[in-house]
């Protein structure tokens, strides 16, 4: 599987040099980052919230393994957090755990964590645990059910439709009351833990989300893909689920034509933006997930080399917003 390809290769230190190194991967990368800064996502916030579109804002950085670079993710956090309160912004954030210090000790993690939901919970701003490789999963879900054990109501997690055990990790935060995003997943799983073929993705995704709509707390339904996106907006229509029970999530830079077409239906649809320097990882995944993407930046970095002399033509970067 191509996918599979992609993400393997994105792990490879020759291909994070080669490809970091491009300015073709920078340009790339802006078209789903807006900027390092927090003031590059304020940005995007206004220019989101002029088009009617909520926000989650994301600070770039996976599997961290100095605690100062933890710290600095918190620091990061704390900004966003002061920003999206003084404009009143209509986002919350989006934290993933290898940053803040899982698989550096506990109490790290706990720190940090605590620090982020403590400003968050007094902003009254939602904080999402996104959802990491297969690894992580458990322990992410053990740290948000000691949270929500000590009250912490102003968390929620996601939910991977690839994994095999996602029918029964649903089930349990549908019976917390607990806020899940659902998306398909976005790392290669080995078949004993995680389905492989798009058609039973696609499968579990719908009966998560019925699930999610019938049963669960505010979920989120995150995907691009127009088939899921259909399925959801039958199923609400037939079980009576009004609009502002749920909301549809996407990502910064990608389908913005279907991000505004679902607002215009009276949809809430809130977007993911990533800031930081650190966009390898996140432009691997964007890739792998849409080879044509890649097939782009191959092109564009062979124009950049001596080799583009003998490059025929350009093709566009595809780009459907309106
Ligand atoms: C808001 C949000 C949060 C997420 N959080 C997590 C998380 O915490 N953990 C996790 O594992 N995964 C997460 N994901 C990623 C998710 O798991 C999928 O990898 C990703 O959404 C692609 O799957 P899809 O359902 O959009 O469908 P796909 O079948 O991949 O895409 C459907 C269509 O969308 C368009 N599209 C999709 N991706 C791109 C792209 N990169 N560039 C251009 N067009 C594109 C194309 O038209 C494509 O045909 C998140 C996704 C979203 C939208």
Redesign the pocket.
């Known amino acids: 599987m191509l996918?599979r390809g992609l993400l393997a290769v994105g792990e490879s230190r020759v291909a994070r040099k080669v490809l970091t190194d491009a300015p073709v991967s920078r340009s790339v990368a802006r078209?789903?980052v807006p900027g390092a800064s927090v003031d590059a996502v304020v940005g995007a916030l206004h220019e989101l919230e002029e088009a009617g579109l909520a926000a989650?804002g994301n600070y770039l950085g996976e599997a961290v393994r100095s605690p100062e670079h933890t710290r600095a993710a918190v620091e990061a956090y704390l900004e966003l957090l002061d920003r999206i309160e003084a404009g009143a912004h209509d986002a919350n954030i989006?934290v993933?755990l290898t940053q803040l210090g899982m698989g550096l000790g506990d109490d790290l993690l706990r720190e940090n964590v605590a620090r982020i939901l403590d400003r968050a919970e007094a902003a009254d701003i939602f904080v999402?645990?996104?959802?990491?490789?297969s690894e992580h999963v458990q322990p992410t879900l053990d740290l948000f059910g000691e949270l929500w054990e000590s009250e912490r109501r102003g968390v929620g997690v996601?939910l991977?439709?690839?994994l095999r055990r996602t029918a029964g990790d649903l089930q349990e935060m549908i019976r917390l009351g607990a806020r899940v995003?659902l998306?398909?997943?976005?790392?290669a799983e080995p078949a004993e833990i995680a389905h492989q073929k798009?058609r039973r993705i696609r499968k579990r995704?719908r009966e998560g989300m019925a699930r999610l709509l019938s049963e669960g707390t505010y979920p989120?339904i995150?995907?691009?893909?127009?088939r899921?996106l259909r399925a959801t907006l039958a199923f609400a229509a037939r079980e009576g689920v009004p609009p502002g029970d749920f909301e549809f999530?996407?990502?910064y830079?990608?389908?913005r034509d279907?991000q505004r077409n679902l607002r215009d239906q009276g949809h809430r649809v809130?977007?993911?933006i990533p800031f930081g320097d650190n966009w390898y990882p996140y432009l691997v995944?964007?890739?792998?997930?849409?080879p044509?993407?890649v097939f782009f930046m191959v092109e564009s970095m062979i124009k950049e080399s001596k080799l583009g002399m003998l490059w025929p033509g350009s093709r566009a970067?595809?780009d459907?917003a309106p």
């Open positions: 996918r078209r789903f989650t989006s993933k999402r645990f996104d959802m990491e490789s996601v991977q439709a690839q995003r998306c398909k997943g976005a790392y798009m995704f989120a995150a995907t691009h893909d127009e899921l999530q996407m990502l830079g990608v389908r279907l809130r977007v993911y995944r964007r890739l792998a997930e849409r044509a993407n970067l595809e459907r």
